[in-house]
């Protein structure tokens, strides 16, 4: 079992394009990966210059194209998120990187999971080093008696595919099947597929052949996010931060909420940032809550912030409640959480 990237391609477009100094960016676990990478494309072509952002990048929003430019390379690389278009800014290629790993052994425990709780028909889908596996993988569930299913990808989805925040090939199929399946370990990917869809879902790890039923996990969080909503309707003064990333700049749609949020009574502050921490959070003393536009991730899984911090469907459910309706639990039941 191994990571591949798609080496090929980034060597034909160094060629292609006479490169002299390219620049990588690439999530933490393709790291190591893509420094060796670079540094053996040095000793291959003669001047090359490979530069490697170590900075965290958590998708295809998350690109490095006008820092890639400061840095002066002819050519930036965004490793590992791959997706349906194949460029970036001016001069940022996807390259993908997909996992070998095998689903058969881990599909035919599910297969029993499944029947023994009268699921009959299943959405398949996975994220994006498992795509290449979607295929034989719906195959096998057919032919163990599971009807399955793999949705049209939509936007820069691949048929099958999610990230963290679009969910169109799941969603889109939620009222033909009895439960969602993602292969792949990844509780950030299953989570985010339960709550988009308000199905029971499975997450297949084919490393330790586990069937992990997401429901209890999806149930606490959806419960923490509620809390957050609550939390932040109590508060005076909020801010509504920008994201600074790439492919997150929603400013319109900041200050729609700034707007929004200051007629029903509440005194809000524009904020932009690159990296939402709790550090930066904390240092604005005078701010008691915050909604966010940027990665909707940073609100539904943060654990570590002293003060609420909303996601744009939280912040729609906080709306609500300060115009006088209650919280419905489906908050998060919508095809892209932005």
Request: net charge neutral.
């Amino acid at each position: 079992m191994a990571v591949k990237i798609d080496e090929f391609k980034i060597r034909g477009l160094i060629e292609e394009k006479k490169a002299k100094r390219v620049v990588f960016n690439a999530p933490d676990g393709l790291l190591t990966m893509t420094r060796n990478l670079g540094s053996r494309l040095e000793k291959d072509f003669p001047g090359l210059r490979a530069i490697v952002i170590a900075d965290p990048t958590y998708g295809s929003c998350d690109t490095v194209d006008i820092d890639a430019q400061r840095l002066g390379a002819d050519l930036a690389f965004h490793v590992g998120h791959s997706v349906t278009v194949p460029t970036f800014g001016k001069i940022t290629y996807s390259i993908d990187a997909y996992d070998d790993v095998k689903f058969d052994q881990v599909i035919l425990i599910a297969v029993k999971v499944l029947k023994n709780a009268n699921i009959g028909k299943i959405a398949l889908v996975t994220f994006a080093q498992h795509i290449p596996e979607l295929r034989n993988a719906a195959l096998l569930f057919q032919e163990q008696g599971i009807k399955t299913y793999v949705g049209k990808g939509q936007g820069q989805l691949h048929d099958g595919q999610i990230f963290g925040c679009e969910f169109y090939p799941a969603f889109n199929l939620k009222e033909q099947v009895d439960a969602m399946v993602l292969l792949g370990q990844s509780m950030f990917h299953s989570l985010g597929l339960a709550l988009s869809t308000a199905k029971p879902t499975f997450m297949l790890d084919p490393y330790s052949n586990q069937v992990i039923d997401i429901q209890k996990a999806a149930d606490e969080r959806l419960k923490r996010a509620i809390l957050s909503i609550y939390r932040a309707r109590d508060a005076d003064n909020i801010g509504v931060i920008i994201g600074l990333k790439e492919g997150q700049i929603m400013t319109d749609q900041s200050i729609k909420i700034k707007e929004k949020l200051e007629s029903l009574g509440k005194n809000v502050q524009l904020i932009a940032m690159r990296e939402i921490t709790s550090d930066r959070i904390d240092a604005l003393t005078d701010i008691e809550a915050f909604v966010q536009t940027g990665c909707p991730r940073i609100a539904v899984d943060g654990y570590t912030f002293s003060k609420p911090i909303l996601s744009v469907p939280q912040t729609d459910a906080l709306i609500n409640l300060l115009s006088g309706k209650e919280i419905e639990t489906a908050i998060f039941v919508r095809k892209h959480w932005l």
